[in-house]
C-alpha cells in the first residue's frame, strides 16, 4: 500500500519560498514506471497542477506554465521522498498542497498525500 | 491549456436516488478522463479511469462513460457516504487540467 506524507510549514510570508517535502512510503521516487506531482487547490482556483518529476533511466520534470518561472520539484533518492519549492509568493499562492502519485494507467492520481493548508501572510 | 467544464455545480438528491454529473472537455481527449470523490478536510480519491474503468475497490453503483469531449459520472443508487464533491480530470495532455466539481448534497 503505497502512502504519502506530507510536511513543511503552514504561513509563509510574502516574497519568501514555499517548501513542502512527500516522504514516499510502499513505492520508490526512483521507479521507472511512477511519477510524483504537486497539486494545489483554492477557492479561486480549484484544483490546480503545478508539476512533476520522475525517473526513466535519468531525472525529468515538468511544470506548469502558470507557475514555471518560480517552481522546482526534486526527488531525495537518500529519503525516498520528493520536495516542492514556491519562489517569491504572494497572498494568491495560498492553498490546500498536495503530493500525489500517478496511477500505472496515466496521467491521473492514485494516491495522494494528507494536503497541508500554506497561508501566505505577513 | 484543455478546458473542463462539469454541470451542475451542485445537485441535491436524496439516498437512493441516481445522480448524473456531466464533464465536457474545451477539445476532444479521447477517453482521457479519470474521475474522483472529494469530502471536506480530505484529498481527492481516484475513483474512475480511462472514463470507464472503476478504480480497485469502488463500488459498482459508480459507472462512468464517454469518449471525445463529453463525458458523465452516475451514481445508480447514492449512498449516505456518497455526499461529496465530485471532479473530472483530463489526462490526455499537459498541463493536466481538472473541472471545477460537483457537489453532492442531501435534499
Known amino acids: 500500500q503505497v502512502q504519502l506524507q506530507q510536511s513543511g510549514p503552514g504561513l509563509v510570508k510574502p516574497s519568501q519560498t514555499l517548501s513542502l517535502t512527500c516522504a514516499i512510503s510502499?513505492?520508490?521516487?526512483?521507479?521507472?514506471?511512477?511519477?510524483w506531482n504537486w497539486i494545489r487547490q483554492s477557492p479561486s482556483r480549484g484544483l490546480e497542477w503545478l508539476g512533476r518529476t520522475y525517473y526513466r533511466s535519468k531525472w525529468y520534470n515538468d511544470y506548469a506554465v502558470s507557475v514555471k518561472s518560480r517552481v522546482i520539484i526534486n526527488p531525495d533518492t537518500s529519503k525516498n521522498q520528493f520536495s516542492l519549492q514556491l519562489n517569491s509568493v504572494t497572498p494568491e499562492d495560498t492553498a490546500v498542497y498536495y503530493c500525489?502519485?500517478?496511477?500505472?494507467?496515466?496521467?491521473?492520481?492514485?494516491?495522494w498525500g494528507q494536503g497541508t493548508l500554506v497561508t501566505v501572510s505577513s | 491549456d484543455i478546458q473542463m467544464t462539469q454541470s451542475p455545480s451542485s445537485v441535491s438528491a436524496s439516498v437512493g436516488d441516481r445522480v448524473t454529473i456531466t464533464c465536457r472537455a474545451s477539445?476532444?481527449?479521447?477517453?482521457?478522463l479519470a474521475w474522483y470523490q472529494q469530502k471536506p478536510g480530505k484529498a481527492p480519491k481516484f475513483l474512475i479511469y480511462g472514463a470507464s474503468t472503476l478504480q480497485t475497490g469502488v463500488p459498482s453503483r459508480f459507472s462512468g462513460s464517454g469518449s471525445g469531449t463529453d463525458f458523465t459520472l452516475t451514481i445508480s443508487s447514492l449512498q449516505p457516504e456518497d455526499f461529496a464533491t465530485y471532479y473530472c480530470?483530463?489526462?490526455?495532455?499537459?498541463?493536466?487540467?481538472f473541472g471545477g466539481g460537483t457537489k453532492v448534497e442531501i435534499k
Open positions: 510502499g513505492d520508490s521516487v526512483s521507479s521507472n514506471s511512477a511519477a
Open positions: 500525489a502519485r500517478e496511477a500505472n494507467w496515466g496521467p491521473a492520481f492514485d494516491y
Open positions: 477539445q476532444g481527449i479521447a477517453s482521457w
Open positions: 480530470q483530463q489526462a490526455s495532455s499537459y498541463p493536466l487540467t
